[in-house]
């Protein structure tokens, strides 16, 4: 069955460092989006990408957050000057028609100390 | 506001035994609602997917329920195995945006042999 790749499962950075968390979509998805879970806490949503920009975000999402489709098979989230509070787990996922199939990734744990 | 409610906040069970998850929302107007099985730090994955219309559907011995009048929605596990042990996402979505989905808390679900 199609899979989410997401790299790495787990960075340790120090607060102020710049991350790339990066995410491959199933090939023939369209839609892809950034959600983050707070350890104890609910999924939330962060940024949805289609056709390359952005089509929506949070107001977690600030100048801090941004994402790329560099190529034509990766989707990454940059978050600049990381902060304690940036500690989560981040899941990517992606969307063939933007509405019923979502696929998650197994996420990337993010510690920043 | 649109907000999904998950209860119990926790659960044990010995194995073998059947239970009951509960999701009540408030999301509207509604689109569909979706159970989701997630093990400790790895990404959501779906157990079902519901329609207004749909009261019913099955996925091995996971069964949800949905009364879309009382905007509440039941998932029902069978016979219960350790593999079982993980949380159980209600996710409710919008029927417009792309960020269509609504999170709950979860039920933090421990199988116990």
């Known amino acids: 069955e199609p899979e989410v790749t997401q790299t790495p499962s787990h960075q340790v950075t120090q607060m102020g460092q710049e991350v790339i968390l990066r995410c491959v979509p199933i090939?023939?998805?369209?839609?892809f989006y950034w959600y983050r879970q707070i350890l104890g806490q609910k999924v939330e949503f962060l940024v949805s990408?289609?056709?390359?920009?952005?089509?929506?975000k949070s107001e977690i999402f600030d100048d801090q957050f941004s994402v790329e489709r560099p190529d034509g098979s990766n989707f990454t989230l940059k978050i600049r000057s990381t902060k304690l509070e940036d500690s989560a787990m981040y899941f990517c996922?992606?969307?063939?028609?933007?509405?019923?199939?979502?696929?998650f990734g197994s996420g990337t744990r993010l510690t920043v100390v | 506001k649109n907000q999904v409610e998950q209860s119990p906040q926790s659960l044990i069970i010995l194995e073998g035994k059947n239970c009951t998850l509960q999701?009540?929302?408030?999301?509207?107007?509604?689109?569909?609602l979706r159970w989701y099985k997630q093990d400790t730090g790895r990404g959501p994955v779906s157990l079902t997917i519901?329609?207004?219309?749909?009261n019913t559907k099955s996925n091995g011995r996971y069964t949800a329920t949905l009364d879309a009048d009382t905007k509440q929605s039941s998932l029902h596990i069978t016979a219960s195995q350790l593999s079982d042990s993980a949380s159980y996402i209600c996710?409710?979505?919008?029927?417009?945006?792309?960020?269509?989905?609504?999170f709950g808390t979860g039920t933090r679900l421990t199988v116990i042999p």
């Open positions: 519901m329609t207004f219309s749909e």
């Open positions: 990408f289609y056709n390359n920009e952005i089509s929506e």
């Open positions: 090939s023939n998805h369209l839609y």
């Open positions: 996710v409710v979505s919008y029927q417009t945006g792309a960020n269509n989905l609504f």
């Open positions: 999701c009540n929302y408030t999301v509207s107007p509604f689109s569909n």
């Open positions: 996922a992606s969307n063939g028609d933007g509405y019923y199939g979502y696929t």
